[in-house]
């Protein structure tokens, strides 16, 4: 991407400006205080997990019911809380992140076609 | 309810059934790539298929690329063998994902080109930090190369009845030989499709057995624990964890930590998001593949415990293949001969579709970055890069790649393939994670930072490696006559992780030169709206 510089320093758009703006620092603020305490979480969730099985064996052994112990279910709570963070990730950035995107990338595009 | 193992006896299969079966594979990608290439001009087409694929199709790819033989064979046949412990390195690989969905795949989309180092050297000064994160993903997609080929050569001697180290050298430069047609041909559009036909196959095949062996057990997953547990040596053991880690518990902490943060810092793995149109369809295309890919290792639980219970702990470490064989002979137990023939073609073209992945990853980044950028500066003498002679390069680079890894995976043959591929994790998300995460967060973030982080993230890690048990000091080691094993665990994952990030933070703050102000706010607003972000080619 050498040619970046050359290429888009002569539109003339001034991207400082640009990320000043109280409707960029919004969408940068929605974005990061959804992502970041949800990676915290599933992090923390998963470390925790693998701390258990890897050091609480006798817990992670027990028989909840049959054959099936408390480390299954568990591993198996992994699955549920992975397929409902993707879920919820992605109605959020459906419903909140892409409109205001969208709306600041077509003024970019809008200003570059007329400058 | 059946308890004897049913394929204890020994291992029929029919290699020339198997070869058809095989054969017939090959024949039909190699229509659909031939088919694909004829679009293929320009870099962009080469290397990203045009942008044109869509988030579906990609997370199709994505997990075909993903679901390599080491999880697919390797998830069954832990389960299989060790119960609990296979179970929990697939949560591991799937959790991984997570980091890409909220932190990387979109952001990366909108900010670089065909390669990770399009992200980093953004806002960053192009030529080290170029060679840097070109370099790094050298090594991880060599690392991953290596396991792939020689787990090959492992894999031919219990599916086509090869045993001699001839028979199996010529079937892994068979492969090699194959996968530079694939990608010489092909490009990523090419290589993408064989990922999505292969992901389709094996993911109706393992939903096949799953559905038959549940249905063997009165639809019951306890009636089947029962079963594995009636049939292992460890009795219920195999229910919780321990017996594969059990004895080193903080290395498994290790193998966690490299597993759920080396994903998203897979050089192809990241190049997958290039391959369409916009952030948008990056971000479907992952979430097609978390749920294809976590689907997938619910039913690999089902088989592992389903190929413990109907084959035996004891037949599958005795078969040729060791434990990589519990999926194959779980298939013959259930469908005979013509069931075991499909999953073992399925086997080979995952190896075959990983490979092909890895290398067109390998060869756009020397292509694009050293090549183009370092060596050439960008320019060739009129301002514009030289995309033609880039591809020229690239291609060139496959067949080079291709030759080192015929060598390569004939001289592995026999190795430890699990410390191969914990390697290329380890890498991963020491030397490449860190860096991609700096520069979408942390506008300080500078060269120095990036550099140390790369290069220091990398020389951890594979230090780590040399003085573990692994390379020397145990019977299983690389080398077991030597002895140099300090370092006590087999995953340096725990220290080398942290490193890079800290020295990503240390060069960070020591550095006395300011970056562009102007280029990290550029960045920052191209990452999050898409503004500017590489379109699909039309054709």
């Known amino acids: 991407m ?24 919004g969408l940068r603020r929605m974005q990061r205080s959804f992502i970041f305490p949800l990676a915290v979480f599933f992090l923390l969730w998963y ?11 006798d817990f992670m052994s027990q028989r909840v019911w049959g054959d099936i112990t408390v480390g299954l279910l568990f591993g198996l709570g992994q699955f549920v809380t992975t397929f409902v963070i993707t879920m919820w990730y992605v109605s959020f950035a459906n419903r909140k992140l892409d409109p205001v995107a969208t709306e600041i990338r077509e003024e970019l595009e809008k200003a570059e076609a007329g400058a | 309810m059946n308890v004897t193992p049913l394929a204890a006896e020994a291992v029929k299969n ?27 001009k320009t870099a962009a087409d080469y290397y990203a298929a045009g942008r044109s694929f869509s988030g579906t199709q990609n ?21 299989a063998v060790n119960g609990y412990d296979g179970f929990l390195y697939s949560i591991g690989f799937l959790v991984a994902w997570l980091v890409a969905l909220l932190l990387v795949a979109e952001m990366m989309r909108n900010t670089g080109k065909f390669t990770m180092a399009d992200v980093l050297s953004f806002r960053l000064k192009q030529r080290p930090v170029r060679m840097a994160a070109a370099i790094t993903t050298l090594a991880v997609c060599f690392f991953y190369l290596l396991a792939q080929m020689s787990g090959a050569g492992g894999l031919v001697s219990l599916l086509l009845g090869i045993d001699s180290k001839v028979g199996q050298s010529i079937v892994i430069a068979i492969v090699g030989v ?30 096949a057995m799953t559905v038959w062996v549940l249905a ?28 594969k880690y059990g004895a080193n518990p903080l290395d498994f902490l290790s193998l966690g930590m490299a597993l759920v943060l080396g994903t998203a810092g897979l050089p192809h793995v990241l190049m997958r998001f290039y391959t369409v149109p916009t952030a948008k369809e990056a971000r479907k295309s992952v979430v097609w593949a978390i749920w294809l890919i976590g689907g997938f290792y619910l039913l690999s639980l089902v088989l592992g415990y389903g190929a413990g219970a109907l084959v035996g702990p004891e037949a599958i470490t005795k078969a040729p293949g060791g434990v990589n064989s519990a999926a194959p002979l779980l298939a013959q137990a259930l469908g005979g001969p013509l069931l075991m023939g499909f999953i073992s073609a399925v086997a080979f073209a995952t190896i075959l579709a990983v490979v092909a992945g890895l290398t067109i990853t390998a060869a756009a980044s020397f292509a694009h970055d050293i090549y183009s950028n370092v060596i050439k500066r960008g320019k060739d003498g009129t301002g514009e890069s030289d995309a033609a002679g880039e591809v020229k390069v690239a291609r060139r680079t ?15 043959q026999g190795q430890n393939i699990a410390f191969l591929v914990a390697l290329a994790f380890a890498i991963a998300a020491s030397a490449n994670l860190p860096t991609i995460l700096y520069s979408l967060f942390w506008k300080r973030f500078n060269t120095r930072g990036a550099v140390w982080s790369m290069y220091g993230g990398l020389i951890v890690a594979v230090a780590l490696i040399v003085i573990s048990p692994v390379f020397s000091g145990s019977p299983t080691a690389m080398i077991p006559g030597l002895d140099i094993a300090i370092f006590p665990l087999e995953n340096p994952g725990i220290i080398s992780i942290p490193a890079g990030f800290l020295l990503g933070w240390i060069g ?7 970056e562009s102000r102007a280029l990290a706010a550029e960045m920052e607003v191209r990452s999050l709206t898409g503004f500017g972000a590489e379109k699909a080619v039309e054709h």
């Open chain 1, 2 to 25: 050498t040619d970046r510089i050359d290429e888009e320093s002569g539109v003339g758009i001034d991207y400082i400006a640009v990320e000043e703006s109280q409707r960029f620092q």
């Open chain 1, 47 to 57: 470390f925790a997990y693998v701390l258990l099985a890897a050091f609480a064996v």
């Open chain 2, 14 to 40: 029919d290699p020339v059934l198997n070869i058809a079966i095989f054969a017939a594979f090959v024949a039909v990608t190699l229509f659909i790539v031939i088919r694909a290439s004829r679009n293929n």
């Open chain 2, 59 to 79: 997370g199709f790819a994505i997990a075909g690329d993903y679901l390599s033989a080491a999880s697919f064979l390797g998830i069954c046949g832990a389960i």
């Open chain 2, 178 to 207: 194959l996968m530079i047609i694939y990608v010489l041909i092909g490009g990523m559009k090419g290589t993408t499709w064989v990922q999505i036909v292969k992901a389709g196959l094996l993911i109706a095949g393992a939903l």
């Open chain 2, 216 to 243: 063997l057990h009165g639809f019951s997953l306890n009636n089947l624990l029962q079963d594995a547990v009636a049939n292992a040596p460890q009795g219920d053991k195999i229910l919780g964890p321990g017996l």
């Open chain 2, 398 to 412: 496959v067949i080079v790649i291709g030759i080192l890894a015929i060598i390569g995976g004939i001289g592995a």
């Open chain 2, 508 to 514: 960070t703050v020591t550095a006395r030169t300011a």
